[in-house]
């Protein structure tokens, strides 16, 4: 396998012209593990910058997170979703496999914040509905899947 770090941006260009893209987004109730999975599957692609852990590894010891590391940082960029611990906006986030590149759209799962989550769906080509399974499936988690079917997304 090939270091990403010692191609150059043409060579890099190059391959990912290629790759089927897959748009998605996240939907739910708020707290429902949205923005945390999507941190997950970055983090452990390998698709963060070590400046960027560092920064979410010491924001995470500043709201003295349970988690050595909480991974929804890596999406939440504004600082009073920082300050709240909810996603606000639609937070994009690319990444890329051998086979394939992606989009995601983090979006907000609190009530006040709907609007936000049908901007974040309406480009998908899928959305990714998460349940927290003490919770079960809420209110907002029911809105959000029939704005996804509103909006044609699977």
Do not use: C, W
Not at 59 to 65: L, P, T, V, W
Not at 87 to 110: E, Q
Not at 136 to 142: C, D, H, M, R, V
């Amino acid at each position: 396998m090939r270091n990403k770090d010692n191609i150059s941006i043409e060579e890099f260009l190059k391959e990912n012209e290629q790759k089927d893209l897959l748009r998605f987004s996240t939907a739910g109730s708020i707290d429902d593990g949205k923005s945390t999975l999507i941190g997950r599957l970055l983090h452990d692609s390998k698709n963060v910058y070590e400046d960027q852990i560092a920064s979410v590894k010491k924001a995470s010891r500043e709201r003295e997170s349970d988690e050595k590391i909480d991974f929804a940082l890596l999406t939440d960029g504004l600082k009073a979703e920082r300050e709240q611990g909810i996603t606000i906006d639609v937070a994009y986030r690319y990444f890329s496999t051998p086979k394939r590149k992606f989009i995601i759209a983090d979006t907000p799962g609190h009530e006040q914040y709907t609007r936000n989550m049908a901007t974040g769906a309406s480009t998908a080509n899928l959305s990714i509905i998460l349940v927290d399974a003490k919770n079960g499936i809420l209110p907002q988690t029911k809105r959000h899947a029939f704005i996804a079917s509103l909006l044609g997304v699977p």
